[in-house]
């Protein structure tokens, strides 16, 4: 049985403060993962769903990304300077490298550590990995990636002119926010889920002309160019459905298939929208998938992982 969360708010790099949470076994943890959140979410959102991989006996900690959730909206604890979606992949990186560190000192050398990510944290995990400059001690930290529908691209992929218009002006506007609208109805087949998205105070339709800038161009930068970079002794595990309507399948597909690593594991799960934690008949399969695809690799960080 699982205990309850623990929260704590986190300085972190650019003395931003972070809202996390902790999910901790009852008995020591076999493994640990952190886990970095999609697009203008937050991580309460999972609260149905690490209890359960706590209760595997794998230890859970996320945190509300800069600009998102209660990291920007909790004005009591936030930092003066937070602001809703304001972000840039050079600051999501070290914020990742910042709480991998910090994490895997709390667990301790003998505990596996994975970096997990959903949807844009998808992407960003992966990211991580192949996107110079290589933050090889970080990577050295890691047993493994596991990145479940990952914003590589998207399924139905912006206009290359406007990407391109996007990225000139994010350079002149980076923190101007913009519509960036998301249809509840294909997040996930369950309404309820659907219907709590569209209720969530802490989760607004738009982003910031950088953020999302960088989010789809290092994207399209992973699937084009940085795959080459992934790291052949680290394992990887990609989760996606095939009936995505926000990210594409395909990508995550080709992703598997081009890069080097020796140890890899692709799942599609047929039917499966966007939001697989919250998909009535497949979340327990993908709780089931990457709790059996960690205990498959509790060995000690991946040897050369940063080569």
Not at 165 to 176: E, I, R
Request: charged share 20%; glycine share 6%; net charge negative.
């Amino acid at each position: 049985m699982a205990s309850a969360y623990s929260e704590a708010w986190i300085e972190g790099p650019k003395a931003t403060a972070f809202y996390t949470r902790t999910y901790t076994p009852t008995d020591p943890p076999k493994a640990a993962i952190v886990f970095v959140h999609g697009f203008a979410e937050h991580v309460g959102r999972y609260e149905a769903t690490f209890p359960k991989y706590s209760a595997n006996g794998i230890s859970v900690f996320a945190y509300d990304q800069r600009g998102f959730g209660r990291t920007v909206w909790d004005e009591k604890n936030r930092s003066k300077d937070s602001k809703w979606a304001v972000t840039s992949w050079n600051d999501q990186r070290e914020d990742i490298i910042f709480f991998l560190a910090r994490e895997k000192e709390r667990i301790g050398k003998d505990v596996p550590l994975f970096l997990m990510g959903h949807s844009m944290g998808g992407g960003e995990v992966l990211e991580f990995a192949c996107l110079p400059p290589s933050p090889t001690e970080s990577l050295a930290l890691l047993s493994g990636i596991i990145a479940c529908s990952p914003l590589i691209r998207q399924a139905t992929p912006a206009n290359k002119a406007v990407l391109w218009m996007g990225s000139k002006a994010a350079m002149l506007l980076p923190n101007t926010i913009i519509d960036a609208p998301v249809n509840p109805d294909e997040l996930s087949h369950d309404p309820v889920a659907n219907k709590a998205y569209i209720d969530d105070p802490m989760i607004k339709a738009t982003g910031s002309m950088r953020g999302l800038a960088d989010m789809l161009g290092n994207g399209i930068a992973l699937a084009e160019q940085h795959y080459k970079n992934y790291p052949s002794n680290m394992p990887v595990l990609l989760v996606h459905g095939d009936s995505d309507k926000v990210t594409s399948h395909q990508a995550s597909e080709q992703f598997y298939t081009s890069i080097q690593a020796k140890d890899k594991h692709l799942v599609i799960m047929p039917g499966g929208y966007h939001e697989l934690a919250h998909e009535p008949d497949l979340k327990e399969k993908v709780i089931e998938e990457v709790s059996s695809w960690i205990f498959k690799h509790l060995s000690p960080p991946a040897e050369g992982a940063h080569l």
